[in-house]
Each structure stands twice: as structure tokens, then as C-alpha cells.
């Protein structure tokens, strides 16, 4: 698990990178052709990790229930997200992370429910939700990429 852990903590430093080298507006701006911006799709990634690995496990989620309702699957942009809020999830990135190694460690995820992915793939283990939250943080990382050109 510590490879798992290492890609994602790389993976929420080039996050981060985003978030310093932007502005509040620019990270809020909806490039023509997407339906989100840039720090949706950051905290996307922090909802996402909180249901796949502690909501399928039956624990209680680290994260508030209203950030993660705001930025789960399904849902866009729909609010202005302010200089003190985009500092709070930037927080996020790496607490949320070193919540669940911290959990990991003391053993805490032993149940999942198996659940099956919009890409087909079943998740039926902690493991297998993190392992599948990285494909798919590399995921958001490309639409990031992307729209980094129409800002």
C-alpha cells in the first residue's frame, strides 16, 4: 500500500501546483467546452477518495458531508469558490490523505461494499478503491491539463 499512497501524494502535490500558480478567478472560470473548473475538479478528487475508501467501508467519512455533497460524482460547478475556501481544500489535499494512511495503518478498513464503477471496473476492497481513486485522480488531472488552455 505505501506505492499506492506515494503515487497519490504526488498526485495532490501537482494539485496543489495548480492551485499556487492560479488565480482565485482563473481556478473558478469554466473553459468553453467543460462543464467545471479547475478547483471543482480538485476537491472532486477529495470527495471521491472519502466515498470510495470510507463510505464503502462502512466509517464514517473524514470529510464534512457537505463539501462532499457539493463535489461528488454528478454534480458541477454551481458557486464561486473564495480565496479562504480553495486554502481550506488545499489543507484537504493532504490531511484527507494522512487521515487514511493514519486509518489504514490502525487497521480500520475491514469490510467494503462492493461497488461497481460508471467504467465498469468492481471494487470489492480498500485496496481496490485505492487503487481505482488514483486511475481515477489521473483522470481529473488530464481535464485539468486540458483546461489550463482556455484560461
Do not use: C
Not at 478567478?25 to 470527495?47: D, R, S, T
Amino acid at each position: 500500500m505505501n506505492w499506492t499512497f506515494d503515487i497519490l501524494e504526488k498526485n495532490r502535490k501537482l494539485m496543489v501546483s495548480f492551485l499556487e500558480n492560479y488565480s482565485v478567478e482563473q481556478l473558478n472560470e469554466v473553459p468553453k467546452g467543460f462543464n467545471n473548473n479547475i478547483i471543482w475538479n480538485i476537491a472532486h478528487l477529495i470527495a471521491t477518495q472519502q466515498l470510495l475508501t470510507y463510505k464503502l467501508s462502512g466509517i464514517p467519512m473524514r470529510v464534512d458531508e457537505t463539501f462532499v455533497e457539493a463535489y461528488k460524482k454528478g454534480t458541477k460547478t454551481e458557486a464561486y469558490v473564495s480565496a479562504e475556501e480553495i486554502a481550506e481544500i488545499k489543507t484537504m489535499l493532504f490531511s484527507s490523505v494522512e487521515q487514511t494512511k493514519e486509518d489504514y495503518a490502525n487497521d480500520l478498513f475491514k469490510e467494503y461494499n462492493a461497488y461497481t464503477t460508471s467504467t465498469g471496473s468492481t471494487l470489492t476492497s480498500f485496496e481496490d478503491a485505492m487503487a481505482f481513486n488514483n486511475y481515477h485522480e489521473g483522470i481529473h488531472l488530464g481535464y485539468i491539463l486540458a483546461m489550463r488552455k482556455g484560461i
